[in-house]
């Protein structure tokens, strides 16, 4: 017998991670119709956006795949990215579904900005090219850091695991030699 198919851990968030995204890229393609100032195709469109961006990197990322990313200015004014993940334990118990959904809206949404910027493009429209480059900027910030995020997770899940065996080794070699 099949165990029942998993469902989402946090719909709540599973939603509205959806929905920003959605929404950017609704408003963008259907605004021709309602609107012909583009100052408001281009505001709207990256406020929601700059929303989406927001919400996954501080609230759905965290929710959803247990990391969050940030980058700071050293005191030699330098880039620094900085990186957080839950503990070992809390990431494992993560649902998959949750998971699944959030890197692949991800990219999806990103490659929805790459085709809206190619039909940009082809149709000679300079000013909607410049909003579709703002929405890819922010979506390929979120890849590049919740990735480099990811790599970073993984190090230190493999630097953990690593020095679990040492220790465990090291404590079984000791009580081999105590014994005798």
């Not at 583009?38 to 609230?59: E, P, R, S």
């Not at 959904?101 to 190619?118: D, K, N, P, R, S």
């Amino acid at each position: 017998m099949q165990p029942p198919p998993e469902n989402y851990a946090n719909p709540k968030t599973c939603f509205f991670h959806v929905l920003f995204k959605a929404s950017a890229l609704a408003f963008y393609i259907l605004s021709a119709l309602f609107f012909s100032s583009f100052v408001i195709i281009f505001v709207v469109t990256v406020f929601l956006a700059a929303l989406d961006f927001w919400v996954v990197k501080n609230v759905s990322g965290r929710i959803l795949v247990g990391l969050r990313w940030w980058n700071e200015v050293d005191e030699q004014g330098e880039s620094v990215w900085k990186f957080e993940c839950l503990d070992q334990e809390s990431l494992a118990r993560m649902n998959k579904k949750d998971s699944w959904l959030f890197w692949w809206t991800l990219y999806i949404t990103a490659v929805a900005w790459v085709i809206l910027g190619i039909f940009s493009l082809i149709r000679f429209q300079a000013d909607y090219l410049l909003v579709v480059g703002v929405c890819l900027s922010l979506s390929a910030a979120n890849i590049i850091g919740f990735t480099k995020c990811n790599k970073d997770a993984k190090k230190q899940l493999q630097a953990f695991a690593s020095k679990t065996i040492a220790s465990r080794m090291t404590s079984t070699i000791q009580s081999a030699f105590s014994v005798v």
